[in-house]
């Protein structure tokens, strides 16, 4: 299993952008698939968006694109989320989550489709 930290969290203003990112540990992140997820209170955590193991792939959910990029950077062993155009409604916890094995298939948007999570950061979006 890989262990991951994400960072980045915090308040921002509606329209404004915000920088997560998670660390992760060990020599092999290229073969994992990695993805974000969000809770917001009161609701099931959902599938935000996930990248493959080159980085080449990478899917959105539908209320995020456009506006959100997922990106990693395998030397770093490091993924981030990139948001942008920020609305209050992404106000919620965001976690990391690790998938072993380098591909991604779409249809991977459930939590138990990911191994590995992080603690997850707080994003609060003010209106």
């Known amino acids: 299993q890989v262990q991951l930290v994400e960072s980045g969290g915090g308040l921002v203003q509606a329209g404004g952008s915000l920088r997560l990112s998670c660390a992760a540990s060990g020599r092999t992140f290229s073969s994992y698939a990695m993805g974000w997820f969000r809770q917001a209170p009161g609701k099931e955590r959902e599938f935000v968006a996930a990248?493959?193991?080159?980085?080449?792939?990478?899917y959105y959910t539908d209320s995020v694109k456009g506006r959100f990029t997922i990106s990693r950077d395998n030397a770093k062993n490091t993924v981030y989320l990139q948001m942008n155009s920020v609305k209050p409604e992404d106000t919620a916890v965001y976690y990391c989550?690790?998938?072993?094995?380098?591909?991604?298939?779409?249809?991977?948007?459930?939590?138990?489709?990911?191994?590995?999570w992080g603690q997850g950061t707080q994003v609060t979006v003010s209106s």
């Open positions: 989550a690790a998938r072993s094995g380098p591909y991604y298939s779409a249809s991977w948007t459930g939590e138990a489709d990911f191994g590995s």
């Open positions: 990248i493959s193991g080159s980085g080449v792939g990478a």
